[in-house]
Nanobody, 115 residues
Framework: QVQLVESGGGLVQPGGSLRLSCAASTVIRSIYLNSWYRQAPGKQRELVASITSSGRTNYADSVKGRFTISKDNAKNTVDLQMDNLKPEDTAVYYC?????????WGQGTQVTVSS
């Protein structure tokens, strides 16, 4: 069974940076979309950033200019570089992948932005 495993979460001060990484337990054929979502306490899960197999990216307005999503096909990983973090970025961040036949979620990693 395919698993997505996130890493890189933690506690950071406002203005700081974190880099999240999502690794698949096996090569997922025909992945055409990778995304990062987040869910803050008491709120719905929201899309943060996505990247297509052709490299096209999309960002939530709240993170544009601060977050960067990237994909390494050789390593089968998708990263989310988060800069200039704000307290409102505090959430559990989830990795998501979609193929032509299935979709996959990671277990989530906690990001806390606090002084």
């Amino acid at each position: 069974q395919v698993q997505l495993v996130e890493s890189g979460g933690g506690l950071v001060q406002p203005g700081g940076s974190l880099r999240l990484s999502c690794a698949a337990s096996t090569v997922i054929r025909s992945i055409y979309l990778n995304s990062w979502y987040r869910q803050a306490p008491g709120k719905q899960r929201e899309l943060v950033a996505s990247i297509t197999s052709s490299g096209r990216t999309n960002y939530a307005d709240s993170v544009k200019g601060r977050f960067t999503i990237s994909k390494d096909n050789a390593k089968n990983t998708v990263d989310l570089q988060m800069d200039n973090l704000k307290p409102e970025d505090t959430a559990v961040y989830y990795c998501y992948a979609m193929s032509f036949s299935n979709s996959y979620w990671g277990q989530g990693t906690q990001v806390t932005v606090s002084s």
